[in-house]
């Protein structure tokens, strides 16, 4: 059975920093793309970062300069890295994993939320 489970989620001041975690099970995680989306209220679904199986990524355009997102298959962790963050960051962040065999498919986590108030 396919788990992925998001942590890290809070509430951060404008210009703060946080890392979120995402830790899958049961796919063959170093041949999945793994990468982070996230949904502000009464807005769509959007990307943010996506890491490969090669190791190369893909930035949100206007999110790029504050982001970095990385991978441990070791661990079959994902991490994003916010810096900078503003109240316009504020939205449930998901995990999401495209798995091209074994338990092929996509996958979402259950979601977290990243609040940025003073």
């Known amino acids: 059975q396919v788990h992925l489970v998001e942590s890290g989620g809070g509430l951060v001041q404008p210009g703060g920093s946080l890392t979120l975690s995402c830790t899958a099970s049961?796919?063959?995680?170093?041949?999945?793309?793994m990468g982070w989306y996230r949904q502000a209220p009464g807005k769509q679904r959007e990307l943010v970062a996506k890491?490969?199986?090669?190791?190369?990524?893909r930035y949100e355009d206007s999110m790029k300069a504050r982001l970095t997102i990385s991978r441990d298959n070791d661990r079959k962790m994902a991490n994003l890295q916010m810096n900078n963050l503003t109240p316009e960051d504020t939205a449930v962040y998901y995990c999401y994993a495209y798995v091209p065999t074994g338990e092929r498919g996509e996958y979402w986590g259950q979601g977290t939320q990243v609040t940025v108030s003073s």
């Open positions: 890491i490969f199986a090669s190791g190369n990524t």
């Open positions: 049961g796919i063959l995680f170093s041949v999945s793309t």
